[in-house]
């Protein structure tokens, strides 16, 4: 059986992390930054490297992988959007709208991993770039992996048939919508709904049509998870964007940045907590320069050891 969460988690430490041009076409989370572009990267390198301390304290084992400073790309921190990793030992790599970011994608980083896991399956999905079609990894697509369901948020990023060809690889099976935040489509699904065991967390306002809304809360509901429902302006807080892993005692944590935690209820805290330990971080900088949150910033790692 399929599982939920993993205590082990791959973190890429930045080498240029900053504002990149061609994402923000589509990502109205981010903002143009009002100090230098020195200043920006050593913020970001702070909050990184205090996240991932973070976690290591709390018991994860967590990879980190230094970025190369050569060629210079500005959102090599989000690795999820490029990569994949699967129980069944398999690796999916994606592609990515904006060019800059196609150059994330490094061999070595799985030439690496290999000394260290089994890999025993490559899917290689980057080849959709030459027709503009994109899907980009556990951002477009937010899994429930015990019961083989991609929720999935169509937008410039995530095109329908190219979901439809991961599913068909990964026996998943889709369940898509649209949603918009700030008179645009949400780019990426993990901004606004998470799942872990026994919660899932979502913002069902931001769906189009509302008729939408009630059968995505029911399908999450369908699996016996209770449900906590976002609010739209948590959204810009990144509360959505947050992530079920595991500790080395089993104990699952929901991971997510300081923004998303101080924009939750007393209610909402409480049904969180119920099935998971919230652990959070300031990473004010890459949230308001890169548009991403704490999720954006880890892949969960599934394969098994050598």
Same mark, same amino acid.
């Given at each position: 059986m399929s599982a939920q969460t993993t205590s082990r988690i791959i973190m890429v430490r930045p080498a240029a992390f900053g504002y990149n041009v061609e994402t923000a076409a589509n990502n109205t989370f981010q903002h143009i930054p009002e100090t230098g572009q020195e200043e920006v990267k050593a913020r970001a390198l702070e909050e990184f490297d205090r996240l991932a301390a973070l976690l290591e304290k709390e018991g994860v084992e967590v990879t980190v992988i230094q970025d190369t400073s050569v060629p210079v790309k500005p959102d090599a921190i989000f690795p999820n959007n490029w990569i994949s990793f699967h129980q069944e030992d398999t690796i999916v790599t994606y592609p990515m709208f904006a060019r800059l970011r196609r150059m994330e994608r490094r061999e070595e980083i799985i030439d690496e991993l290999s000394g260290r896991y089994n890999i025993r399956q490559r899917l290689e999905m980057e080849q959709n770039e030459k027709y503009n079609q994109f899907l980009e =990894?556990?951002?477009?697509?937010?899994?429930?992996?015990?019961?083989?369901?991609?929720?999935?948020?169509?937008?410039?990023?995530?095109?329908?048939?190219?979901?439809?060809?991961?599913?068909?690889?990964?026996?998943?099976?889709?369940?898509?919508?649209?949603?918009?935040?700030? =008179? @645009?489509?949400?780019?990426?699904?993990?901004?606004?709904?998470?799942?872990?065991? =026994?919660?899932?967390? &979502?913002?069902?306002?931001?769906?189009?049509?509302?008729?939408?809304?009630?059968?995505?809360?029911?399908?999450?509901?369908?699996?016996?998870?209770?449900?906590?429902?976002?609010?739209?302006? @948590?959204? =810009?807080?990144?509360?959505?964007?947050?992530? &079920?892993?595991?500790?080395?005692?089993?104990? @699952?944590?929901?991971?997510?940045?300081?923004?998303?935690?101080?924009?939750?209820?007393?209610? @909402?805290?409480a049904a969180i907590s119920r099935h998971a330990r919230i652990v959070s971080s300031d990473v004010s900088t890459i949230e308001t320069i890169g548009g991403g949150s704490v999720r954006c910033m880890i892949a969960e790692n599934f394969l098994s050891p050598i």
């Amino acid at each position: 059986m399929s599982a939920q969460t993993t205590s082990r988690i791959i973190m890429v430490r930045p080498a240029a992390f900053g504002y990149n041009v061609e994402t923000a076409a589509n990502n109205t989370f981010q903002h143009i930054p009002e100090t230098g572009q020195e200043e920006v990267k050593a913020r970001a390198l702070e909050e990184f490297d205090r996240l991932a301390a973070l976690l290591e304290k709390e018991g994860v084992e967590v990879t980190v992988i230094q970025d190369t400073s050569v060629p210079v790309k500005p959102d090599a921190i989000f690795p999820n959007n490029w990569i994949s990793f699967h129980q069944e030992d398999t690796i999916v790599t994606y592609p990515m709208f904006a060019r800059l970011r196609r150059m994330e994608r490094r061999e070595e980083i799985i030439d690496e991993l290999s000394g260290r896991y089994n890999i025993r399956q490559r899917l290689e999905m980057e080849q959709n770039e030459k027709y503009n079609q994109f899907l980009e =990894g556990t951002g477009s697509m937010v899994l429930d992996r015990v019961n083989r369901v991609a929720y999935a948020c169509i937008s410039p990023r995530t095109d329908t048939s190219v979901l439809d060809r991961w599913c068909s690889m990964m026996d998943y099976k889709p369940f898509t919508f649209i949603a918009r935040y700030d =008179g @645009q489509d949400i780019y990426h699904t993990n901004v606004m709904m998470a799942i872990g065991d =026994g919660v899932s967390v &979502a913002c069902f306002d931001v769906v189009d049509p509302p008729s939408r809304r009630d059968e995505f809360r029911a399908h999450l509901a369908s699996f016996g998870r209770e449900v906590v429902a976002l609010r739209p302006e @948590q959204i =810009g807080s990144f509360a959505g964007n947050m992530l &079920a892993i595991r500790n080395s005692s089993g104990e @699952q944590l929901m991971v997510m940045s300081r923004s998303a935690h101080l924009s939750l209820d007393e209610s @909402q805290v409480a049904a969180i907590s119920r099935h998971a330990r919230i652990v959070s971080s300031d990473v004010s900088t890459i949230e308001t320069i890169g548009g991403g949150s704490v999720r954006c910033m880890i892949a969960e790692n599934f394969l098994s050891p050598i």
